[in-house]
T-cell receptor, first 112, second 116 residues
Framework: GESVGLHLPTLSVQEGDNSIINCAYSNSASDYFIWYKQESGKGPQFIIDIRSNMDKRQGQRVTVLLNKTVKHLSLQIAATQPGDSAVYFCAENMGSNYKLTFGKGTLLTVNP | EAQVTQNPRYLITVTGKKLTVTCSQNMNHEYMSWYRQDPGLGLRQIYYSMNVEVTDKGDVPEGYKVSRKEKRNFPLILESPSPNQTSLYFC???????????????FGEGSRLTVL
């Protein structure tokens, strides 16, 4: 089976709240992790990435945290907006084969 | 505009009728890949290509073929489609990691295939 998974399949938040989407991975050799957002009817879109030698990376309204001790990855979205409603995937990459292994996704619903 | 273009976007076909889903990228990317997306199973890699004339199997290659004769194109071929190949297919590309700061994959909009 896949080595990357998600703790929760769905997450519902109120507009303006912060969202946290979690992901567990099992391959300690993975050197690169990415979060993707997939809106209905569209292809996945890159949000943010982090290398295994980092534990935190920030983007615009998003932060990715990497805890290698417990093999856990999280995506934090600040001040969640209705446009953030989508399925979010984490993915891991082992550098030697360029292959991304995706988790099954979390559906984020933002309530007005 | 940088993009990955797939065609057709929607297709209904019958068992055994050969079909090809085309994929083209205009970003001069070395790496291209095909994924299928199924409910509860997420995105699974079918085939990938590191560069022209270099292809390799992903996790679920059975029933599919690919070719990479040109850098920009990476067609997915179903020689004899079966109902279990009904799925949403995505093509993706990225620069070789040796030359890129990020391993970001750029995805196409998807091709929804139904095999009756």
């Amino acid at each position: 089976g896949e080595s990357v998974g998600l703790h929760l399949p769905t997450l519902s938040v109120q507009e303006g709240d912060n969202s946290i989407i979690n992901c567990a991975y099992s391959n300690s050799a993975s050197d690169y992790f990415i979060w993707y957002k997939q809106e209905s009817g569209k292809g996945p879109q890159f949000i943010i990435d982090i290398r295994s030698n980092m534990d935190k990376r920030q983007g615009q309204r998003v932060t990715v945290l990497l805890n290698k001790t417990v093999k856990h990855l999280s995506l934090q979205i600040a001040a969640t907006q209705p446009g953030d409603s989508a399925v979010y995937f984490c993915a891991e990459n082992m550098g030697s084969n360029y292959k991304l292994t995706f988790g099954k996704g979390t559906l984020l619903t933002v309530n007005p | 505009e940088a993009q990955v273009t797939q065609n057709p976007r929607y297709l209904i076909t019958v068992t055994g009728k050969k079909l090809t889903v085309t994929c083209s990228q205009n970003m001069n990317h070395e790496y291209m890949s095909w994924y299928r997306q199924d409910p509860g199973l997420g995105l699974r890699q079918i085939y990938y290509s590191m560069n022209v004339e270099v292809t390799d199997k992903g996790d679920v290659p059975e029933g599919y073929k690919v070719s990479r004769k040109e850098k920009r194109n990476f067609p997915l071929i179903l020689e004899s489609p079966s109902p279990n190949q009904t799925s949403l297919y995505f093509c993706a590309s990225r620069k070789d990691r040796e030359y890129a700061n990020t391993g970001e994959l750029f995805f196409g909009e998807g091709s929804r295939l139904t095999v009756l």
